[in-house]
């Protein structure tokens, strides 16, 4: 079982959707999450990140943590074509080694 | 500011060739990040340094593959031989000593290598 999972889609939904990611982790000492957004043929870049359970929202992005069920969520709200990426959930155990595992990635296609 | 630049970008070689890779980080972030990401798949750690010391190699094939980061700045991945099952991409990041626990890394673009 891989420590991380992650519904590798593809995703398709019109422009102006409600867009749910999801991931799964198996290791209850997981203590940061983030998620990242890959272009294609491009390096992953950070949307966001959270500390422990709780929402943290940032403009149209929301990012949901739930320890007690170990699963995570991302939002994305009023979607738009300029979303289309896959995206890449990660977490770390904290402390200073910044060692990042990271889910296999939802691809998202938003269509005008 | 200039962000993580790789090169090649894109490589083409016969399995049993070598190859290498090159990566140029960030001015002044001092830990250098390899990862491999095969297609579908999120990208997995390689290889981690602090400055010039490989701080974390556990996933580094090491009959094969082998990393340095002379004087702690650009660093450079070979592989050698190569295998058809390396074709893949490979990316550096880079991070800076305040990136703590946000997870924020910098990548670059990627190598993207076939072997054939």
């Known amino acids: 079982q891989k420590e991380v999972e992650q519904d590798p889609g593809p995703l398709s939904v019109p422009e102006g959707a409600i867009v749910s990611l999801n991931c799964t982790y198996s290791n209850s000492a997981f203590q940061y999450f983030m998620w990242y957004r890959q272009y294609s043929r491009k390096g992953p870049e950070l949307l966001m990140y959270?500390?422990?359970?709780g929402n943290k929202e940032d403009g149209r992005f929301t990012a949901q943590v739930d320890k007690s069920s170990k699963y995570i969520s991302l939002f994305i709200r009023d979607s738009q074509p300029s979303d289309s990426a896959t995206y890449l959930c990660a977490m770390n155990y904290g402390g200073a080694t910044n060692k990042l595992i990271f889910g296999t990635g939802t691809l998202l296609a938003v269509q005008p | 500011e200039a962000g993580v630049v790789q090169s090649p970008r894109y490589k083409i070689i016969e399995k049993k060739q070598p190859v290498a890779f090159w990566c140029n980080p960030i001015s002044g972030h001092n830990t250098l990040y390899w990862y491999l990401q095969n297609l579908g798949q999120g990208p997995e750690l390689l290889i981690r340094y602090e400055n010039e010391e490989a701080v974390d190699d556990s996933q580094l094939p090491k009959d094969r593959f082998s990393a340095e980061r002379l004087k702690g700045v650009d660093s450079t991945l070979k592989i050698q031989p190569a295998e058809l099952g390396d074709s893949a991409v490979y990316l550096c990041?880079?991070?800076?000593?305040?990136?703590?626990?946000?997870?924020?890394?910098?990548f670059g673009e990627g190598s993207r290598l076939t072997v054939l």
């Open positions: 990041a880079s991070s800076d000593r305040l990136a703590g626990n946000t997870g924020e890394l910098f």
């Open positions: 959270t500390y422990s359970s």
